[in-house]
Each structure stands twice: as C-alpha cells, then as structure tokens.
T-cell receptor, first 114, second 109 residues
Framework: IAGITQAPTSQILAAGRRMTLRCTQDMRHNAMYWYRQDLGLGLRLIHYSNTAGTTGKGEVPDGYSVSRANTDDFPLTLASAVPSQTSVYFC?????????????FGPGTRLTVL | GQNIDQPTEMTATEGAIVQINCTYQTSGFNGLFWYQQHAGEAPTFLSY??LDGLEEKGRFSSFLSRSKGYSYLLLKELQMKDSASYLC??????????WGAGTKLIIKP
C-alpha cells in the first residue's frame, strides 16, 4: 500500500441499509478525516480523528459514525442510509500538530442511496 | 458564518496566464490552502500560505492578503493538463479546513 486506500470504489445502496466505508493509510499519520463532496458545494467535514482512540464531529456528522481503533484505519459507518447521503466520500490524513501540513486524500467512494 | 467564495468556472487559452481568486470570512485563520482536483479524482495539494505575500512554486504561485481576506492562485504557461478544479480552503481557529466549492478551469487550445 502506498498512501491512502478506500473501499469500495463505488456502491449502490438501498435506503435503510447499513454501510461501512473503509479507509486505510500507511503513512503513520496521526490525523484522519472523512469528507463528503457534492456538486456545487465544497468538501464538508463529517468526522475527524486527531489520534488513535479519539474522534470528533465535523460540520455534517448526523447519520454517520466513525471509530479509530488504530493509527492506520478509520472506517465510516452509515447506520441507516438515506438518499441525501448520496455523495462522493473522501478519506484524508495528515500529520497532527502541523497546521501547514497538507492533507493526503484517498481516491474516494462514490455512494448512491436509492 | 464561515464562507469561502471563488468563481464557479473560468476559461483560458493554452500558454496563457490565469488568476483564480478566493475570498474568505472565517472564524480565525491558520493558513490558506490551494488544491487541484481533476475530474473523478482526489484533491492534491498545491500550496499553503499563512503570511501575506506571494509564494512561487514553478508555474504556480499563490498570494495572500490576510487584511483583505483574499487570496489568488496564478497559473502561468497553461497546459491542457491544467484543466481541473481548483479548491481554496482556509484553516479556521479549530484547525479544521473550510472549503470553497472550487473553480473549474477549462483550457482551450
């Protein structure tokens, strides 16, 4: 692995179903993030984690949950998907404590909820 | 509220120069980032400004004026591969990035 990987690449999901988006990084970054990107809107932060064992809520956390059991993995779970959660989801990571540090992004997961 | 404004779309000619503007109003300021995003791909880092002035990096330069809440990204010697969206993002007082909607740059031969 080099950088950040996300799975699945794309998914079509029935409303009401539970879904976990996976994210793994091999850069040993402490900070990780989940964003959603919708047409005409900027990236919006869903949840973040500054270090393993801690998580925080971003701008649009409702309907989503995360966990950070170790440094490498940061899964995002939709407990009961709704059509408004149709979006492209990006996972990112960065060095914590470095405000100027760039965020590295995974390739994204395109999710459609019907 | 927090707000990042940038033009939705711009068109330029191969070999020319283009300036993409970004204005912001945020709760606190810990730096401004520019990212490039090709269609269907992830954003990639271009530049970071935290002090006023111009930062030059090859064909790309980024300018910041904190007193005016203003930044621009300058792209010189445009190439077809520069066709992409350019995202402006500000790090706020909580060290979270607030993102603009992005500027889609179309390069014509």
């Amino acid at each position: 692995i080099a950088g950040i990987t996300q799975a699945p690449t794309s998914q079509i999901l029935a409303a009401g179903r539970r879904m976990t988006l996976r994210c793994t990084q091999d850069m040993r970054h402490n900070a990780m993030y989940w964003y959603r990107q919708d047409l005409g809107l900027g990236l919006r932060l869903i949840h973040y984690s500054n270090t393993a064992g801690t998580t925080g809520k971003g701008e649009v956390p409702d309907g989503y949950s995360v966990s950070r059991a170790n440094t490498d993995d940061f899964p995002l779970t939709l407990a009961s998907a709704v059509p408004s959660q149709t979006s492209v989801y990006f996972c990112a990571s960065s060095e914590a404590g470095d405000p100027g540090g760039e965020q590295f992004f995974g390739p994204g997961t395109r999710l459609t909820v019907l | 509220g927090q707000n990042i404004d940038q033009p939705t779309e711009m068109t330029a000619t191969e070999g020319a120069i283009v300036q993409i503007n970004c204005t912001y109003q945020t709760s606190g300021f810990n730096g401004l980032f520019w990212y490039q995003q090709h269609a269907g791909e992830a954003p990639t880092f271009l530049s970071y400004n935290v002090l006023d002035g111009l930062e030059e990096k090859g064909r790309f330069s980024s300018f910041l004026s904190r007193s005016k809440g203003y930044s621009y990204l300058l792209l010189k010697e445009l190439q077809m591969k520069d066709s992409a969206s350019y995202l402006c993002a500000v790090m706020d007082s909580n060290y979270q990035l607030i993102w603009g909607a992005g500027t889609k740059l179309i390069i014509k031969p």
